[in-house]
């Protein structure tokens, strides 16, 4: 028998061969592995994979579909930033720390840096001024310190920003504002809050950390005496419309978190005034502001947590309405302690309002005066610390009576700080 012919027998195999390779194609394409990272080919992106449900038609243009991806939000940042409360001196206070010809306030700081030492940023509010020595040390209700004090801030405790919108900024003149700033420039400790042009007051302070920008606005509620009559920029004085402005400005200008530094409120008043609540809760409101870090008191006052709506969205705010005396020499009751809090950030880029505080740990502070020892007078201590020293007898200069005052600021700070889940003590552990 002949064999078929080779011809006929390719014609009628050859559709069923395409078919095959036509469905093979396809299944490759279909179950090929998804695009992990964007890749680049040759000048063009590659767009990482989507989910059917993140792709759909936008709108119509010239006949054709035009597709928007949606693509997943950046991942939230977290910043751990330090705050403490007023540093100011009174004079016993520069006197203990003048020893051999020269100011060393080293010592006063160096029981808490590790409290401190470590955040991400920190930050403080400065009740005095560096005016020098030619305009004559001295406290209230005139204050000026020695500069060395701002030289320890930066080499013992690594403070960051340093807060002068406060009603002591015009104690030695807007020249001694001036002097302050050469020394906090010269010891590498940033200010906000006064300033020495117009083009600087209108420029919103801005800090790049971990890859997110962080805005300070700092304001007072006022000075003692009045602002220069030919400097009116040199310091910002509080009001709705002007910190309103200031936030937008910082927006504006790519701030991805935006932290108000007030000074405000009753001072020796352990609780907020309803002027302070309602501010707070106003510029939460109506502003980026997510994080107010208050001061003037010279006590502690609260922290409280609003829900509020901003924007039609909700948000949460975070106010700590002062967190007393960091240094000096108030020795009654409350005015001899502060609290260093540390205060987890969560920030997502892009969107200041959506700033969320995850916890704020706090650390409870006294400045002991040590009559027992003239060598460490006024040092700053923690509560803890000096509780565990006096029991294990290992800090002989904390006195009884000091030890139960520590006992009762112990007690009292938890019952007025811990009244939110997002707040707890510190220990001598953390």
């Known amino acids: 028998m002949q064999p078929k012919n080779r011809k006929s027998y390719w014609f009628l195999t050859l559709p069923f061969l395409c078919v095959c390779i036509l469905t093979l194609l396809f299944v490759c394409i279909k179950n090929r592995p998804p695009v992990d990272d964007v890749q680049e080919q040759e000048g063009s992106v590659l767009l990482p994979a989507m989910q059917e449900e993140e792709v759909f038609p936008a709108w119509q243009a010239d006949g054709e579909t035009s597709v928007v991806y949606n693509m997943p939000p950046d991942k939230p940042v977290y910043i751990d930033l330090c705050a403490l409360g007023d540093v100011m001196a009174h004079n016993g206070t520069y006197e203990a720390a003048y020893r051999n010809g020269a100011y060393d306030f080293d010592y006063m700081f160096a029981d808490v840096a590790r409290y401190i030492v470590g955040a991400d940023y920190c930050v403080a509010n400065l009740e005095t001024v560096f005016a020098g020595a030619e305009r004559v040390f001295s406290n209230y209700p005139n204050f000026n310190t020695p500069e060395q004090m701002g030289q320890s801030l930066g080499k013992v405790l690594g403070l960051d920003l340093l ?47 971990n890859g997110v920008k962080l805005a300070f606005i700092s304001s007072t509620y006022g000075v003692n005496g009045a602002v220069p009559r030919d400097h009116p920029y040199a310091v910002r004085i509080t009001s709705k419309e002007t910190l309103a402005a200031c936030a937008q400005a910082a927006v504006d200008a790519g701030a991805d978190c935006v932290i108000a530094l007030l000074h405000w409120g009753n001072e020796y008043q352990p609780y907020a005034s309803q002027q302070q609540r309602e501010l707070a809760q106003w510029l939460f409101e109506n502003t980026a502001i997510s994080l107010i870090i208050g001061n003037h008191a010279h006590v502690v006052q609260p922290i409280e947590v609003f829900d509020v709506q901003y924007q039609d969205q909700p948000k949460q705010g975070v106010v700590l309405y002062a967190l007393g005396n960091f240094t000096g020499e108030q020795l009654k009751e409350y005015r001899d302690s502060g609290i260093i809090a540390r205060i987890g950030l969560e920030i997502t880029p892009g969107n200041p309002a959506q700033t969320k505080v995850n916890n704020i740990v706090y650390t409870p502070t006294f400045i002991d005066p040590n009559p027992k ?34 006992l009762h600021y112990r007690s009292y700070y938890a019952e007025l700080l811990e009244t939110h889940a997002l707040v707890r003590a510190s220990t001598t552990t953390d």
């Open 163 to 209: 807060s002068m919108a406060n009603n002591h900024v015009f104690d030695r003149g807007y020249s001694g504002m001036q002097t302050t700033m050469d020394f906090l420039d010269e010891y590498g400790i940033a200010y906000t809050g006064a300033y020495t042009s117009q083009q600087a007051y209108d420029t919103p302070f801005l800090v790049e950390i």
């Open 373 to 406: 020892a003239s060598g460490k007078r006024y040092r700053v201590i923690s509560v803890y610390d000096a509780i565990a020293g006096y029991e294990s007898g290992t800090d002989s200069l904390i006195s009884a009576k000091e030890y139960d005052r520590m």
